[in-house]
């Protein structure tokens, strides 16, 4: 397991995150999804050192040892609240691989950082759901509960989340790939899942649909989580963006999907990095 490593910031606050790789690599930032955290299965570091890259995987505020500070208001205050985190690593120019919903703060390193963030690989994405038109893709079940999240303290989120969790957590005692979401998400009480939801439904503070960064995204045509008619609509005013159907009919990036994400990104710093 990847040692944990904490950052302090200025006001007293921290984030943590974990290094995979290449220390001396292309930097690429990872976000893990709602349930998840800095921890990264071992594919993944193999990967990257196959590919010489260096992954830095930071947890979200609420997740690990990150602080749940309130200077991230909305999800555009993430680029700020970790571009220090980036100098003292002296990062320059990186690309992000993005989970579900770690798609929305990709976005935001894009909206922030520009020129600096080279590509984005985004598996699963979630989608603007602030966003009627975009949201109007999902069930009406689903729907219901992004219209709870707005009218529901983060304190009553994380509480429903922490009881779901618990009797999942049961049923995946035997799945380690899941299993390692469920107690990542269970280990702060859900007090990240919770900030992730209420900041999700709420205007991001900045406008997705102009980003000029290339992009590549890979979500199953099956995904019960996140439905691919809302993914597409999202994509439809970016004529940089591809998107990859993957096979496997599930929300979670399959060993296929990632295997193809690190070809890209092969591919992408051997032509143009």
């Known amino acids: 397991m990847k040692k944990l490593e904490v950052y302090s910031t200025r006001n007293g606050g921290q984030i943590s995150y974990r290094v995979y790789g290449d220390e001396t690599g292309f930097p690429i930032l990872v976000h893990h999804g709602l349930l998840g955290s800095s921890l990264l299965p071992d594919s993944w570091s193999v990967h ?4 010489r890259l260096r992954l830095l995987a930071i947890d979200r505020p ?3 040892e990150s602080t749940a500070t309130g200077q991230l208001k909305s999800i555009s205050d993430w680029g700020a609240w970790i571009a220090p985190l980036l100098d003292e690593l002296k990062i320059g120019d990186f690309g992000t691989i993005a989970v579900s919903a770690g798609a929305p703060y990709a976005w935001a390193e894009a909206w922030y950082f520009k020129e600096r963030v080279k590509q984005l690989w985004l598996l699963s994405a979630v989608p603007t759901v602030f ?8 069930p009406r079940e689903e729907r219901e509960s992004y219209e709870r999240f707005k009218s529901s303290s983060e304190g009553e989120i994380a509480q429903d989340y922490y009881d779901s969790l618990k009797e999942l957590q049961r049923q995946f005692k ?8 469920i107690d ?16 999700q439904v709420s205007d991001w503070g900045f406008e997705a649909a102009a980003l000029g960064v290339p992009m590549e995204f890979w979500h199953s045509p099956k995904d019960d989580m996140v439905p691919i008619a809302a993914v597409e609509a999202m994509i439809a005013p ?15 990036p399959s060993k296929e999907t990632v295997d193809e994400v690190f070809e890209s990104i092969k591919t992408k710093l051997s032509t143009r990095f």
């Open 238 to 252: 970016w004529p940089h963006a591809i998107l990859h159907l993957q096979d496997k009919k599930s929300h979670f």
């Open 62 to 64: 609420g997740y690990g």
């Open 131 to 138: 966003n009627q038109k975009i949201l109007s893709h999902y």
């Open 48 to 51: 990257a050192k196959e590919a």
């Open 184 to 199: 990542a998400a269970l280990s702060n009480a859900c007090v990240g899942v919770a900030r992730e939801a209420k900041m």
């Open 174 to 181: 035997d799945t380690d790939g899941v299993k390692r979401r």
